[in-house]
């Protein structure tokens, strides 16, 4: 018998496409299910209580799909629910499941971007004000100064499409001036959020020379495969078709539409009702 079960991957929206792109290119055998929560993106400005319930929700219906693995490929759902589901619900619950997250394969390699020790952190208010990566960077590497800024209007920007529009020109450089205004010495900026990828050719228009930029999606991937070659007890319960399915709790034809954008391939997405 050949077992199917699928890597699963969530993100509140699009952007964790950007991720499965990654994976999905240095994987490219396994099955996937992605799963977006359109119909309650964002995530950003939410609660902990409420990113946390509805990631949660999210992930436990992945579970019921067969996914014994799931990816939260969104930075705040990573930085808000990932612990206490790993921490209190797995062990008692779903004991064999996993679900990992994008901010410790991040934080684990943001040391060699930077030569200065000094690093910028730009996110969603929720990944920055959990200060995740501040205390996941200072535990890997103390003598790294990180250096946060918010950015609420990106993923909106994304979202409706209007980030190739001059008018989000705006919102760019008024960020990343603020980024910058907080220390001379930053050398690398970290986009923490899986949207941003979108930006960077915007964001790179505004950046001093020198700083470079750095996406997660290769960095996730990558700790990805690693973990699956360290962890056979999970990757021998994977099917290796290559099949991709496609999921959201918003409008699938919207989601057709939008997916195209973040991700290289055609999408073709099934709604689901989640408890709203």
């Not at 996914?67 to 990573?78: D, E, G, K």
């Not at 994304?158 to 760019?172: L, Q, S």
């Not at 991937?221 to 078709?241: M, R, V």
């Amino acid at each position: 018998m050949i077992n199917k079960k699928s890597i699963g991957i969530f993100d509140s929206g699009y952007g964790g496409l950007t991720v499965f792109g990654s994976i999905a290119d240095q994987l490219p055998d396994y099955n996937y299910i992605y799963f977006g929560d359109n119909a309650r993106a964002p995530y950003g400005d939410h609660s902990y209580e409420t990113i946390y319930q509805y990631t949660l929700e999210c992930v436990e219906w992945l579970f019921a799909q067969g996914c014994p693995l799931v990816i939260l490929a969104c930075n705040t759902a990573s930085a808000k629910a990932l612990r206490t589901i790993q921490q209190k619900v797995l062990p008692f619950k779903y004991p064999g499941y996993r679900v990992l997250g994008v901010i410790r394969p991040t934080a684990e390699v943001i040391g060699s971007y930077t030569v200065s020790d000094t690093i910028g952190v730009m996110g969603t208010r929720g990944t920055v004000n959990s200060e995740s990566y501040l205390l996941e960077i200072h535990h890997l590497y103390p003598e790294i100064k990180v250096i946060q800024q918010s950015c609420p209007m990106w993923v909106p920007l994304i979202e409706n499409n209007e980030h190739v529009n001059e008018g989000a020109d705006y919102f760019v450089r008024k960020y990343i001036d603020n980024l910058l205004e907080q220390s001379p010495d930053i050398d690398a900026i970290l986009l923490a959020c899986t949207h941003y990828p979108l930006l960077i050719p915007k964001i790179a228009a505004y950046l001093p020379e020198g700083i470079q930029l750095v996406a997660q999606g290769e960095i996730v991937a990558g700790s990805l495969k690693k973990y699956l070659a360290n962890h056979p007890e999970i990757e021998s319960q994977l099917g290796k078709e290559g099949k991709m399915q496609f999921y959201t709790s918003g409008d699938d034809q919207d989601f057709n539409k939008h997916a195209s954008i973040f991700f290289p391939k055609e999408v073709v997405s099934t709604h689901v009702d989640l408890k709203v």
